[in-house]
């Protein structure tokens, strides 16, 4: 089945640490994306990759960090910079060709806890 | 920077009673998408309205785009216990930058 895969699904660090949230897919999407979500504030745009190699930021990218060298994964690195890490991180993906207007498909979250 | 708002930010109804949130862009938006988020889930797809004034639905579900596509809700009629779940709007801000408003968290109580 196709699909998009968070892993780990919790996440335990010391603070200090940088931590790296894994984020794979096999839809051939080429646009993929990272949420941050914080109780009552929605989902807040971290960076997003519309093409190999290429990545833009988003909303609040700042403490965080991104590659994008193959397709399939788009990996988030949590630095020691981001002052308040701990949070609900979303990957998605988007099919690029089928326009802007096709939908962003989830998956099913990491959840970082940084003490 | 571009900002989408929903109200309310929480909404307990007893199971039949009608339930809508109303999604508020300080821009136009191009189109605007509708996830659902089950508790302990991540958001899932519903719908995408892209015309002006536009009404669109599915089952119990009503979707509505304003006018000045600057808002946008989502009303369900006559809600079951598997609507619980978090509603998030998502407007279109460039090609492929989607930003997503704060939600509305609904309980339904049986």
């Known amino acids: 089945d196709g699909g998009i895969t968070q892993s780990p699904k919790y996440l335990f660090r010391k603070e200090g640490q940088n931590v790296t949230l894994s984020c794979e897919q096999n839809l051939n999407h080429d646009a993929m994306y990272w949420y941050r979500q914080d109780p009552g504030q929605g989902l807040r745009l971290i960076y997003y990759s519309q093409i190999v190699n290429d990545f833009q930021k988003g909303d609040i990218a700042e403490g965080y960090s991104v590659s994008r060298e193959k397709k399939e994964s788009f990996p988030l690195t949590v630095t020691s910079a981001q002052k308040n890490p701990t949070a609900f991180y979303l990957c998605?993906?988007?099919?690029?060709?089928?326009?802007?207007?096709?939908?962003?498909?989830f998956g099913n979250g990491t959840r970082l806890t940084v003490t | 920077g571009q900002q989408v708002m929903q109200i309310p930010q929480y909404q307990h109804v007893q199971e039949g009673e009608d339930f809508t949130t109303y999604c508020n862009s300080s821009t136009t938006l191009s189109n605007i998408q509708w996830y659902k988020q089950r508790p302990g889930g991540h958001p899932v797809f519903l719908i995408q309205?892209?015309?002006?004034?536009e009404v669109k639905k599915q089952k119990r579900l009503t979707f509505q785009f304003g006018e000045a596509k600057k808002n946008s809700s989502l009303h369900i009629t006559a809600t079951q216990t598997t609507d619980v779940g978090t509603y998030f709007c998502?407007?279109?801000?460039?090609?492929?930058?989607?930003?997503f408003g704060t939600g509305t968290r609904l309980k339904v109580l049986a």
């Open positions: 998502a407007g279109q801000s460039g090609t492929y930058k989607y930003i």
């Open positions: 309205l892209v015309k002006s004034g």
């Open positions: 998605a993906s988007k099919n690029r060709d089928r326009g802007p207007n096709s939908p962003l498909h």
